[in-house]
């Protein structure tokens, strides 16, 4: 079985599309992430949440909206698409070790 | 704002040899380290962290900390052709930081057969 899974793996779409992006983790954690892996292979935190609640919220436009419906889910939810949003995005979980464990990643293209 | 920097590579080794991967990072009140391996279209995993100053050893590679000069660095022994990937490092500040890392860019590894 699949520790965390993400769905789509990939999303083409045009700019100004709202689309969504699943994540789903069967470890039992309490805290979950979004990163944004650019092109560069910089991967950089967007949101954290724990048991539900949000507890890190980097700079991130408030055209993403994070939604976790319970601690084994964390959606990610983009409005009106820009180019620059093109990336891979990981959600990750960790359950209080040392050890964050990644999605396999969506990759997004915004055309 | 916190920072870790990475020379970004490509760094190649022959087979066999000792890669040798730097990390240096900001902020003075970072607790914990991590170096994380992602190979190509694929997710990072983690392989290594350490928390104080010296060597961790695992296998074939050892982490090394100094905290005063705030640099890590990552050494591969007996490099494999299975070991190039991109090598993230990345660390986790003290109190109410969670358990947020920030990472480098990243170093991408070749090992040449």
């Known amino acids: 079985d699949t520790a965390v899974s993400q769905t789509p793996k990939y999303l083409v779409t045009q700019m100004g599309n709202d689309k969504s992006i699943k994540c789903e983790q069967n470890l039992g954690h309490d805290t979950m992430y979004w990163y944004k892996q650019d092109s560069k292979k910089f991967l950089k935190i967007m949101f954290s949440y724990n048991n539900k609640e949000l507890i890190i919220n980097e700079t991130v436009p408030n055209r993403f909206s994070p939604k976790s419906p319970d601690k084994a889910h964390l959606n990610l939810h983009i409005n009106s698409l820009e180019l620059g949003d093109s990336a891979v995005y990981f959600c990750a979980t960790t359950g209080g070790g040392e050890t964050q464990y990644f999605g396999p990643g969506t990759r997004l293209l915004v055309l | 704002q916190k920072e870790v920097e990475q020379n970004s590579g490509p760094l190649s080794v022959p087979e066999g040899a000792i890669a040798s991967l730097n990390c240096t990072y900001s902020?003075?009140?970072?607790?914990?380290f991590f170096w994380y391996r992602q190979y190509s279209g694929k997710s990072p995993e983690l392989i290594m962290f350490i928390y104080s100053n010296g060597d961790k050893e695992d296998g074939r590679f050892t982490a090394q900390l100094n905290k005063a000069s705030q640099y890590v660095s990552l050494l591969i022994r007996d490099s494999q052709p299975s070991d190039s990937a991109t090598y993230l490092c990345a660390v986790r500040g003290g109190g109410g930081s969670a358990r947020q890392l920030t990472f480098g860019s990243g170093t991408q590894l070749t090992v040449l057969p």
């Open positions: 902020d003075r009140g970072s607790q914990s």
